[in-house]
């Protein structure tokens, strides 16, 4: 279940989910792939991130299976870990990854990565969402706060 919020709290929500995003630099990727016999299968990977507000740029590895999975189908989860909660919260975004011609580089990655070809190691893509769950399983089941789009 989700709570419904007032303006006021719901801007703070949106405050609180963008500062989360900016403290991350690390998330798990997952995309849905369908294959031509109508097997389904999902794929994951940690990426590194960089956050504009409630949007997430990604960086995925063209090695992984996700990449190539993700040219086909644009909807992913991404799943941001709080470090600080002993495993027990985290923040799960879902929505459309926008693939990015030509990313600045020098903002995406270290000065010492961004200088060796990366557009040939990853993939940019800029996520928006759809839907973003703030979950605390410190409070029992889990407190449950969302924003969908």
Known sequence: C????PWGML?????RIANCLASRSVCVLSVHASGENGSHSVWAVPVRCRSHG???DCLVPR???A?????QDPGVLLIFQNPDAGNLRWLQ????AHIQPAPDWAKL???DVAG???????LAVRVQPSRIDLIDETEGWGVLESLEF
């Open 54 to 56: 409630l949007e997430v």
């Open 67 to 71: 990449a190539f999975y993700l040219e």
């Open 116 to 122: 060796r070809q990366p557009e040939n190691r990853f």
């Open 93 to 96: 975004y879902r929505g459309r």
């Open 2 to 5: 989700s709570t419904v919020y």
């Open 63 to 65: 090695w992984a299976d």
């Open 11 to 15: 801007n703070r929500l949106r405050e």
């Open 109 to 111: 990655l270290p000065a």
